[in-house]
């Protein structure tokens, strides 16, 4: 094969993908706000992750997700969040939440074809905002068996998503 010739499978496959990738986020009609930040190869017990939310129609109501990305080195069977809410008025919601991330044979759960899943976990349904301003502070309570003090970096947690969608 010539060299013109490979080069023209290339550009071919990379508009395929780009194609591929433009339908599938144009057919998530529910995404109002998904966003993701990285913690690097572990999610330090100090670090808080952080997302300001767009203005939200107040006539309607939302479902909020996290969308958590964790490989194999992620050696807990749940993850433990504490999540505040900051809202308009200066009202600050924090909630301590705890979700399974593996069965019981340790395989992770969530979505993904590699070892790396992201598992999609919900936070509230049907939430209505009032007008004004909206963060979200989120930050990993993970300990281990017998012991007071967090785990220091909780190696596997790669990346905190956070996400909104719209309730047809």
């Known amino acids: 094969m010539s060299l013109k010739n490979s080069f023209l499978y290339f550009l ?3 508009a395929l993908c780009f194609a591929s990738s433009l339908l599938l986020v144009s057919c998530d009609k529910k ?13 330090n017990k100090d670090t808080i992750v952080r997302f300001d939310l767009p203005k939200l129609d107040p006539a309607k ?14 050696a807990f069977n749940n993850l433990f ?5 900051e809202q308009p008025g200066k009202v600050t919601l924090v909630d301590t ?12 759960l969530g979505q993904g074809f590699t070892d790396i899943k992201e598992s999609k976990l919900v936070y509230k349904e049907r939430m209505k905002f009032k007008p004004g301003p909206y963060k979200v502070h989120i930050r990993q309570a ?3 068996t017998g012991k007071v003090t967090g ?11 956070f996400r909104i969608e719209k309730i047809d």
């Open 97 to 108: 939440l705890e979700y399974q991330m593996a069965n019981p044979d340790g395989t992770l």
């Open 12 to 14: 071919a496959a990379l």
């Open 81 to 85: 969040l504490i999540v505040s809410m």
């Open 151 to 161: 785990v220091e970096k909780l190696e596997g947690i790669t990346e905190v998503g």
């Open 142 to 144: 993970v300990r281990q």
């Open 61 to 74: 109501a939302y479902n909020l997700f996290f969308n958590i990305r964790d490989n194999n080195d992620y």
């Open 31 to 43: 995404r109002v706000f998904d966003e993701y930040h990285a913690v690097g190869k572990g999610w």
